[in-house]
């Protein structure tokens, strides 16, 4: 089974920084696109940045500039650094993999379980 683990989420102060990982482990052909959403209390899921397999990136207007989006290929993992928090990044943080099990078979969408990040001001 494939699985996406993430870590580095927790408490902050605004200005600060912290850095999200999101392993997929399992019986996988190939992940191609990654990237991570977030979802405040009360609102809908956003994307906050995407990631191709060979890395070409997509940010929302809302984090260029402070958040960076990474991936490391041959530990199927995915990364995001965020610098300058802001209050208004207090969310759960969800990561996202395209990933194909087969060749044969099409592409699937997995998500991790979130991880919460929480900013103080």
């Known amino acids: 089974q494939v699985q996406l683990v993430e870590s580095g989420g927790g408490l902050v102060q605004a200005g600060g920084s912290l850095r999200l990982s999101c392993a997929a482990s399992?019986?996988?052909?190939?992940?191609?696109?990654m990237g991570w959403y977030r979802q405040a209390p009360g609102k809908q899921r956003e994307l906050v940045a995407t990631?191709?397999?060979?890395?070409?990136?997509n940010y929302a207007d809302s984090v260029k500039g402070r958040f960076t989006i990474s991936r490391d290929n041959a530990k199927n993992t995915l990364y995001l650094q965020m610098n300058s928090l802001k209050p208004e990044d207090t969310a759960v943080y969800y990561c996202?993999?395209?990933?194909?099990?087969?060749?044969?078979?099409?592409?699937?969408?997995?998500w991790g379980q979130g991880t919460q990040v929480t900013v103080s001001s």
């Open positions: 996202n993999a395209g990933i194909k099990l087969r060749i044969a078979w099409p592409e699937s969408d997995y």
């Open positions: 399992g019986s996988i052909f190939r992940v191609n696109g």
């Open positions: 990631i191709t397999r060979g890395g070409s990136t």
